[in-house]
């Protein structure tokens, strides 16, 4: 079945880097975009960016640009999110979320079971 | 950059009709997509494309739009369908791109 499996929980010092990874299988892995999202505690969904695993382009919310980086490793099926430079409010689960399609606009059909980034000093 | 707007909450009894809605500006023009969050799991896509159905959805779940409103509508409402629910637009001119709705609890009574 379709699937994405997510890399665990982490805990990270304010000014760190966390990489955050995302295994899919079941599907074809350069037929769909892969999206990421976030969710504070307690608030709602917000978006990060989306990379094409086909051609490894990637595009980000203008918020996270600068601070976050989206990459693919297209023999084992894998996306991974690098998110630097951490502060507190970047405590979240974050998602990763399969389109329907490769391109813009389709629906996230298939999520990832979330990993929980908590910065503290 | 793009907005959409939800109600906080809203209550229903079981059996009854669910109607959540989600405002934008001309979001007539665009394509929805609904979600349920259940407590400490992922997302689910109940609803795409402002009416359609994923594999596996109830058809209790539908949607329709208007022109500044959207509405996710749950039939015969069930006591498991109390979650969090989210819409969702892309919108190329936002500086977010994709844009969520700031979500609804549904406490089904």
């Known amino acids: 079945q379709v699937q994405l499996v997510q890399s665990g929980a982490e805990v990270k010092k304010p000014g760190a880097s966390v990489k955050v990874s995302c295994k899919a299988s079941g599907y074809t892995f350069t037929g769909h975009s892969m999206h990421w999202v976030r969710q504070a505690p307690g608030q709602g969904l917000e978006w990060i960016g989306w990379i094409n695993p086909n051609s490894g382009g990637a595009d980000y919310a203008q918020k996270f640009q600068g601070r976050v980086t989206l990459t693919r490793d297209t023999s084992i099926s894998t996306v991974y999110m690098e998110l630097s430079r951490l502060r507190s409010d970047d405590t979240a689960v974050y998602y990763c979320?399969?389109?329907?399609?490769?391109?813009?606009?389709?629906?996230?059909?298939?999520w990832g079971q979330g990993a929980l980034v908590t910065v503290s000093s | 950059s793009y907005v959409l707007t939800q109600p906080p909450s809203m209550s229903v009894a079981p059996g009854q009709t669910a109607r959540i809605t989600c405002g934008g500006d001309v979001i007539g023009s665009k394509s929805v997509h609904w979600y349920q969050q259940k407590p400490g799991q992922a997302p689910v896509l109940v609803v795409y494309d402002d009416v359609k159905r994923p594999s596996g959805i109830p058809e209790r779940f539908s949607g329709s739009t208007s022109r500044n409103t959207a509405t996710l509508i749950i039939n015969r409402v069930e006591l498991g369908d109390e979650a969090d629910y989210y819409c969702?637009?892309?919108?190329?001119?936002?500086?977010?791109?994709?844009?969520f709705g700031g979500g609804t609890k549904l406490t089904v009574l």
């Open positions: 979320a399969k389109s329907q399609g490769q391109w813009n606009g389709h629906a996230f059909d298939i």
């Open positions: 969702q637009v892309w919108d190329s001119e936002s500086d977010h791109l994709w844009v």
